[in-house]
């Protein structure tokens, strides 16, 4: 019996599905996290941050501050009587991702985000771990938002709320 060369071997077959695989992986990879994973990671490092620094204040003896601004926000330290502005890790200034809008609340009211040329801080972080009150409210496209509130005593209270659709 003579067999007709027609067809592909099994062995070439996984070769083309190994191949399509890993081009799906890669294309998967490279599709861009969703609004609301971003904003959920922006919320989380800032109240990271912010707790890092509470530590950082308590450990230095030293009082902290927090500048807000309508693209992003930075730290700084007291030096004698003036505020500069930190320059190394981990509280370097910070830009929000694109498409997020930040909101900051002092006793309830919501306060104009200046441009980062003209910030002057808001928030004081007290060597004693004690925090100015205050609500960062982050806003996505999609309308959800992750709300995040330290109280006088520096305790925190998040919640990401999702956009019903």
Do not use: C
């Not at 490279?30 to 990271?48: M, T």
């Not at 930190?86 to 104009?112: C, M, N, Q, T, W």
């Amino acid at each position: 019996m003579k067999m007709n060369g027609k067809g592909f071997t099994l062995i070439e077959i996984m070769v083309v599905i190994t191949i399509v695989s890993i081009m799906f992986g890669a294309v998967i990879l490279a599709f861009p996290d969703s609004s609301n994973d971003r904003l959920k990671e922006q919320g989380k490092r800032f109240s990271a941050l912010i707790s890092l620094a509470q530590d950082e204040a308590i450990l230095q003896s030293q009082d902290l501050a927090l500048a807000v601004y309508d693209s992003g926000y930075s730290f700084y330290r007291r030096v004698g009587a003036k505020w500069v502005a930190y320059s190394d890790k981990p509280f370097v200034a910070r830009v929000i991702d694109g498409g997020l809008h930040a909101e900051v609340l002092l006793e309830g009211l919501s306060i104009k985000l200046p441009p980062p040329k003209k910030v002057k801080p808001q928030i004081v972080i007290y060597s004693s771990g004690e925090i100015t009150p205050f609500s960062y409210n982050l806003n996505n496209q999609e309308k959800s938002k992750y709300l995040i509130q330290f109280d006088g005593a520096g305790n925190l209270k998040q919640e990401f709320i999702a956009n019903e659709k």
